[in-house]
């Protein structure tokens, strides 16, 4: 059994860790508030950093300044977001004085897929092609980076796929170099708890949320919902309402079979 309170950033160190062990601490970090789940990531890894793109993250990040000023952020550019998103992600550079590194697709490879397939091929034949260039490659690159990441995911995200997601994991992202490990301090929170939290600590958020946009992604594949909606339904739309993932967390679709 690991110490709670044990800090362990050596990297050859973490890898010992055995399925029990993981499994004992995310039990022991699901009875946690974030902030208290957030000291342990960030006292066990030096190298760790924050996916930064929607609400649910820049509550992270808020949390994240108070007990480490210079925490690791990232972001995936895919190069077709709405332009509030550009303006939202900057917004959140200038509040926390924080560098924000911006993961963008490979040139060579985008421009190879769009000189097949065009710019819509999505509506036509799914979003799986397009994500996997545009956002599941970076993110792969971009983790070999890392020895861990946080995530703002959330149990009622996804009906789908997210009901299960916990707290603390080993991460089987493809294509991972060595162990990677994931925090998901948000797992047990909802879509309430995080406005909350914004409307009280004055956190920024992206904009389109203020014109019926909830889960939001890339421009031509996110549009807002219904009242009664769920908040993926507005996610690639025009397919059907299986699993309303990109891939960029894999082991929830793993978790589903």
Not at 82 to 98: A, M, S
Request: contains cysteine; charged residues 30%.
């Amino acid at each position: 059994m690991i110490p709670f309170a044990q800090a362990q950033t050596n990297k050859a160190r973490e890898s010992m860790l055995t399925t029990a062990e993981i499994d004992d601490l995310d039990q022991k970090l699901k009875e946690l508030q974030p902030k208290p789940i957030l000291k342990e990531a960030l006292e066990r890894f030096d190298n760790i950093a924050i996916s930064f793109s929607g609400a649910e993250d820049v509550v992270l990040i808020d949390m994240a300044v108070k007990l480490k000023k210079d925490v690791k952020v990232f972001s995936l550019d895919t190069g077709r977001l709405h332009p509030e998103t550009y303006q939202f992600i900057e917004d959140v550079r200038k509040h926390y004085g924080i560098a924000i590194d911006i993961v963008t697709p490979d040139k060579e490879a985008l421009q190879a897929f769009t000189k097949e397939k065009g710019l819509f091929s999505f509506y036509e034949d799914g979003h799986g092609e397009c994500c996997q260039v545009r956002k599941i490659a970076p993110l792969k690159g971009h983790l070999r980076t890392v020895d861990a990441w946080i995530t703002g995911q959330r149990k009622d995200q996804s009906p789908g796929t997210r009901t299960e997601i916990p707290t603390f994991q080993k991460d089987t992202f493809e294509g991972a170099t060595g162990d990677l490990y994931k925090f998901n301090p948000l797992a047990n929170w909802t879509s309430e708890d995080v406005w909350t939290y914004i409307k009280m600590f004055d956190v920024p958020y992206n904009k389109l949320h203020e014109q019926g946009y909830i889960s939001i992604g890339c421009q031509p594949c996110t549009r807002p919902v219904l009242p009664n909606q769920h908040e993926r339904e507005g996610r690639w739309w025009w397919e059907n309402e299986g699993h309303k993932e990109c891939g960029l967390h894999a082991s929830n679709l793993i978790q589903k079979g």
